[in-house]
Antibody, heavy 119, light 107 residues
């Protein structure tokens, strides 16, 4: 049973930083690309970033480019999202999700971690 | 970026009903489209990928069709647990984008 568990969310002031983690269990983490997707309270889904299975390829949504960094440690079976220069509009539940082997679809998802950017 | 427009925004139906949800893309995404279901307080769950392929463990009452710019998700007979929000998502062009969602409510 594949399970992804996010952590690291919390309340941070505008301009601050936060690092999210996503730990896997139950599958060969190093074989799969991974994504971060977020959902503002009561709103829809917004894709944030992707990283290839080996960490060589990264891609970001324009809304976070230059502020967020996705990276992974395959030896620890963990995915990360370093978030800098946070803005109130970054407030959301952040989900990590595994890339489907056949393409950039998301399955499974973690339960999510809430990030609140507020003064 | 590819804009996905879902319709209707909200739908009220009874258990046992057949329902068809729509997703229209602003440009062709070939068959690179998925559908997700999100129940309250839960992360989304992949239902359909590449327009018509059911994900692992998804019941046969869920089916997807379409290509190019017009796609549909059909639920043949609604079960109580199907009342949720449904999103479409394209992977044809970066950035990956989602539709705004369709809320399926119990009538």
């Amino acid at each position: 049973q594949v399970q992804l568990v996010e952590s690291g969310g919390g309340v941070v002031q505008p301009g601050g930083s936060l690092r999210l983690s996503c730990a896997d269990s139950g599958f060969t983490f190093s074989n799969f690309g991974m994504h971060w997707i977020r959902q503002a309270p009561g709103k829809g889904l917004e894709w944030v970033a992707v990283i290839s299975y080996d960490g060589r390829f990264e891609y970001y949504a324009d809304s976070v480019k230059g502020r967020f960094t996705i990276f992974r440690d395959n030896s620890k079976h963990t995915l990360y999202l370093q978030m800098n220069s946070l803005r109130p509009e970054d407030t959301a539940i952040y989900y990590c999700a595994r890339k489907l082997m056949g393409g950039d679809y998301f399955d499974p998802w973690g339960q999510g971690t809430l990030v609140t950017v507020s003064s | 970026e590819v804009v996905l427009t879902q319709s209707p925004v909200t739908l009220s139906l009874s258990p046992g009903a057949r329902v068809t949800l729509s997703c229209r893309a602003s440009q062709s995404v070939d068959s690179y489209l998925a559908w997700y279901q999100q129940s309250p307080g839960q992360p989304p769950r992949l239902l359909i990928y590449d327009a018509s392929n059911r994900a692992t463990g998804i019941p046969a009452r869920f089916s997807g069709s379409g290509s190019g710019t017009d796609f549909t998700l059909t639920i043949s007979s609604l079960e109580p647990e199907d009342f949720a929000v449904y999103y479409c998502q394209q992977r044809s062009n970066w950035p990956i984008t989602f539709g705004q969602g369709t809320r399926l409510e119990i009538k």
